[in-house]
């Protein structure tokens, strides 16, 4: 949902996704995202055109996770309870690349097989922590949010949010890696005293002044060496450490500022990861056929390009030496040296792959009185992001509402169904009067039947409608079964024998 305004505008280009209904009138459009709420969905279907709102929602409850939070002045001494209470593996999420190694190595140091992850990590690295901790050599992977798409892995018991997150979405959607199994697992956010004014402080440095933001704008040009009405579709390795030294500036400030200029269009930053080559063409294609009639020497390698990739002519496109090397019968090497021939003839821009963040000029420089910040990049995503922070704080500061059910809520399903999971659920069931354990067997009983005889259920189904927590209910279910009570089928569906 990077196509909504509310605060997911930082791939401006997603906003003509529309412009191929121009082209393909007739063609159904569907759009699907993991976590959207009622505001975002409807800001969906509005950037997408369609001609009436029509929203397909499942529930976004899960019946197998338990989400809690705990309050506490020593996460890691409570990160370790946790750890060592909770068979099974486990996500650690963490705010800071810093933070991945620094709470793995407290782990190690207690006997837990635990790693770390990040993405300023090069691609073989991260694969193989991956692969270790879906294989099962690794127990525990502390990681910040770069970890987790494309995550399937079943049996994950535990989540654990050392750190706040910046909204519900992401925090329903990180909770929501585990159990996929369908077993029980556990979703928990560690809270402290100092968690609020932390956040605030980083929401401060995400959106620097306007002024702040000009300031930069002209030291990055200084520092690059860049003229005004120079620069465009320019690239550079950039040391954001260096750059923000020598403007006396703190990191972060020098981070978000070039992010919002990015959103403004001015520029585009690339992670610190490992960054294909990529060029773009910068003739026309009257030009380069003559260039290719002329320098018969150059002609293959541009024949091959040609074929191989599109939109050379509007935008920076990756490119694999190693794959044109194999399609043109050359080695890398000359791969390399025509590339910097056809840069030095000013046929194309060449970046070579790196492992720096990478600095590409979207536009001439400016004088800084006329670098425009747009409401919309600014003031808006402000304020939006404040009201996701907040969100997330109503739910973790919450002493009475099933976690669940704020939850649901917030994604606009009208619901009062409590989990009887989470932490607010459990707490209220000591202080209701105690119900003998027979009778408590027999109401799960009378609500499986209840629930099953209407026609066979998935157990994830079964237990969606039933107010106990998932342990009784398995418990139940085995119970049942065992006496032919209940059948399971070979579809994994449950149902009444009869």
């Known amino acids: 949902h990077c196509i ?31 976590s959207a709420t009622p505001k975002v969905a409807a800001d969906i279907m509005q950037h997408l055109r369609f001609r009436e709102p ?14 809690v939070v705990r309050r506490t002045e020593d996460k890691r001494e409570h990160l370790l309870r946790i750890v060592n209470n909770v068979p099974g593996s486990g996500i650690v999420y963490v705010r800071t690349r810093e933070k991945t190694e620094t709470v793995a190595k407290f782990l190690q140091e207690n006997g837990i097989e635990a790693d770390s992850y990040h993405g300023g990590m090069g691609y073989l690295t991260r694969s193989l922590k991956q692969e270790n901790w879906i294989g099962g050599k690794t127990r525990v992977i502390v990681a910040t949010n770069a970890f987790g798409m494309g995550i399937d892995k079943a049996d994950v018991r ?7 997150c910046d909204s519900l979405e992401a925090y329903y959607q990180e909770a929501g890696r585990a159990g996929r199994d369908g077993r029980p697992a556990y979703a928990v956010m560690l ?18 002044p306007v002024d702040t933001i000009r300031t930069i704008y002209e030291g990055l040009f200084n520092y690059l060496q860049v003229a005004i009405g120079e620069g465009k579709h320019r690239a550079f390795a950039f040391n954001i450490h260096e750059f923000a030294a020598r403007m006396k500036l703190f990191p972060p400030t020098v981070v978000n500022a070039l992010k919002i200029l990015q959103q403004n269009g001015y520029l585009i930053l690339t992670d610190e990861t490992d960054n294909p080559p990529r060029i773009r063409f910068i003739v026309q294609r ?52 025509l590339l910097r021939q056809l840069w030095q003839l000013h046929v ?19 004088p800084g009185a006329d670098v425009r910040i747009s409401p919309e990049s600014y003031k ?19 002493e009475t509402e099933c976690r669940s059910l704020v939850i649901q809520n917030y994604f606009g399903e009208q619901t009062d169904l409590p ?51 998932i342990d009784a209910l398995l418990g139940e279910v085995a119970a049942m079964t065992a006496e032919g009570k209940i059948i399971e089928e070979k579809s994994g569906k449950l149902r009444i024998n009869r």
């Open 54 to 67: 029509n929203l397909k929602q499942m529930s976004f409850a899960r019946a197998n996770l338990s989400y």
């Open 4 to 34: 909504s305004q509310w605060g997911y505008d930082f791939r401006p280009a997603y906003l003509q996704i529309a412009r191929l209904r121009d082209l393909q009138p007739e063609a159904a459009i569907l759009a699907l995202t993991a």
């Open 158 to 164: 535990f989540v654990i949010h050392y750190d706040i």
């Open 286 to 337: 009257d030009d380069l056929y003559r260039m290719r009639v002329t320098r018969r020497e150059l002609d293959h390698i541009l024949t091959v390009l040609l074929r191989q990739y599109t939109g050379l002519f509007s935008d920076f496109v990756p490119i694999d030496e190693q794959e044109l090397a194999q399609l043109s019968g050359y080695t890398v090497n000359h791969i390399h040296e």
């Open 419 to 469: 989990c009887g999971r989470c932490d607010i659920c459990r707490e209220r069931r000591k202080h209701t009067e105690p119900q003998s354990s027979a009778a408590r067997r027999d109401e799960i009983r009378r609500q499986i039947a209840e629930r099953l005889a209407a026609g066979p259920l998935d157990l994830k189904t079964l237990a969606g409608g039933i107010r106990y927590e």
């Open 380 to 398: 808006r995503r402000q304020e939006v992001a404040q009201e996701r922070i907040d969100a997330v704080f109503r739910y973790a500061e919450n």
């Open 348 to 366: 194309i821009r060449y970046i070579p792959g790196n492992r720096s963040p990478m600095l590409i000029l979207s536009e001439e420089r400016l």
């Open 191 to 208: 809270l402290s005293g100092d968690d609020p004014s932390r956040v605030a402080n980083r929401l401060r440095l995400e959106f620097p």
